[in-house]
């Protein structure tokens, strides 16, 4: 909701509870162990691109674009996120989504835009999105957002749009 924006979509599905959706979640917890099994975070920041105020031009080169997210809770393991290929909504869930997502260039691409390697908590951390920003902007009807996802076990936790706005 910052500065009118009303287009930031974000929830987390989990395979430990496979029905249930976590739309109104203030935090999404990346995760992967034996006891919550795999959880992802599912982001979007739709109507991005075209012209007049509060968007991006289609026609200015991209240099480069970061997804800046406040972490809550840190981990040791690495969290990597991919471009989403296959439509979701705030009120997904593992089941609706097919036991979850794939990287497997149909759900989602199967090389991440980029990964961060043990990111701790209490402080901002940034993905470079620029591969994703840049396809977009030549096809804004492809922007499905992006999975995060765990590499290993300790959840890695993280703001989400229902936290409300920080500055940083």
Same mark, same amino acid.
């Given at each position: ?8 979509? #974000?929830?987390?599905?989990?395979? /430990? /509870?496979? $029905? ?9 917890? +990346?995760?992967?162990? /034996? $006891? %919550?099994? #795999? ?11 075209? $012209? =007049?105020?509060? +968007? ?15 972490? @809550?809770?840190? @981990? ?15 009120? $997904? %869930? !593992? ?7 794939? %990287?497997? =260039? ?15 908590? =209490? #402080?901002?951390?940034?993905?470079? +999105? ?14 499905? =957002? !992006? ?5 290993? !076990? ?5 703001? @989400? ?8």
């Amino acid at each position: 909701g910052s500065h009118g924006y009303q287009a930031a979509f #974000d929830t987390e599905i989990r395979e /430990s /509870s496979p $029905s249930t959706s976590y739309a109104d979640n203030s935090t999404i917890s +990346v995760d992967y162990n /034996s $006891s %919550t099994r #795999d959880q992802q975070g599912l982001i979007r920041f739709g109507d991005i691109f075209g $012209s =007049g105020a509060g +968007v991006l031009p289609t026609d200015q080169p991209i240099v480069k674009a970061e997804l800046v997210l406040y972490a @809550t809770n840190g @981990t040791y393991h690495d969290i990597s996120i991919y471009q989403m290929l296959a439509d979701w909504s705030e009120n $997904s %869930t !593992w089941n609706t989504m097919n036991d979850g997502v794939s %990287t497997d =260039g149909y759900e989602a691409l199967a090389s991440a835009d980029d990964t961060l390697y043990d990111p701790g908590s =209490g #402080d901002y951390y940034a993905f470079d +999105v620029t591969a994703s920003l840049t396809n977009w902007q030549r096809d804004p009807a492809t922007n499905k =957002g !992006w999975v995060l996802r765990n590499n290993g !076990w300790n959840g890695w936790d993280f703001r @989400t749009s229902e936290y409300g706005t920080l500055s940083r």
